[in-house]
């Protein structure tokens, strides 16, 4: 069975200060894929990354990057210089590749609650 | 873009009471989802669909049933809502094993 473990509920950092979200998985399956999301106070999850677990190169979007390590089974996300805009809660989510289906469950973490302190 | 879109942000019902959550997409996706979100619980899947009239359980099916009698829309029934059905539902579409897109989410109580 696949598992994601995000084992901060809360952080509070303040503004411009840089925060890492951890994400920890557990699958069997051998070909998956790692997602992010967001969901800001108005309640809609917005996506932020999709990475295959072929690809292990970390990415960098602006302030947010990630670290893909497959030999921690972690896909832990980074903003760089936060902003209070940031504040949110990030789900971490894992799907089993392609079924014959072509569809695609997610299995979700916890979610963490991020609070930037102006 | 993407849109998904839900019938209602907020709901609330009564104990008993036959509730319909609607979900539509505007992408012709095939494959549409319905999520619970509790606290500390994350997203639990409760069913999904792969085509029109076919659906399979999720993680949390109980208490729920889904129809899907058109590509676009994806509905999630609950047919005698019970207090412990409070909770935000939020509706996912995809296509294929692309990323899912989520809409606005229905917050329900049930009373």
């Known amino acids: 069975a696949q598992k994601v473990t995000q084992a901060q509920t809360e952080i509070s950092v303040v503004e411009k200060e840089d925060v890492t979200l951890d994400c920890v998985y557990e699958t069997r399956d051998t070909t998956y894929y790692l997602f992010w999301y967001k969901q800001p106070p108005s309640g809609e999850l917005v996506f932020l990354i999709r990475?295959?677990?072929?690809?292990?190169q970390n990415e960098i979007s602006g302030r947010y990057s990630w670290n893909f390590q497959k030999s921690t089974s972690s896909f832990n996300f980074t903003i760089t210089a936060s902003q209070v805009v940031d504040s949110a809660v990030y789900f971490c989510a894992l799907s089993e590749a392609e079924t014959n289906f072509g569809n695609e469950k997610l299995t979700f973490g916890t979610g963490t609650r991020l609070t930037i302190i102006p | 873009d993407v849109k998904v879109t839900q019938s209602s942000r907020y709901l609330v019902k009564r104990t008993g009471e036959k509730v319909f959550l609607e979900c539509v997409q505007d992408?012709?996706?095939?494959?549409m989802f319905w999520y619970r979100q509790d606290p500390g619980l994350g997203l639990r899947l409760i069913y999904f669909?792969?085509?029109?009239?076919?659906?399979e359980k999720g993680d949390i099916p109980e208490g729920y049933s889904v129809s899907r009698e058109k590509k676009e829309r994806f509905s999630l029934i609950l047919e005698s809502a019970s207090t412990n059905q409070t909770s935000m539902y939020l509706c996912a579409s995809t296509f294929g094993s692309e990323t899912q897109y989520f809409g606005p989410g229905t917050r329900l109580l049930v009373l």
């Open positions: 990475r295959n677990s072929f690809d292990e």
């Open positions: 669909s792969y085509d029109v009239k076919m659906k």
């Open positions: 992408m012709d996706h095939e494959n």
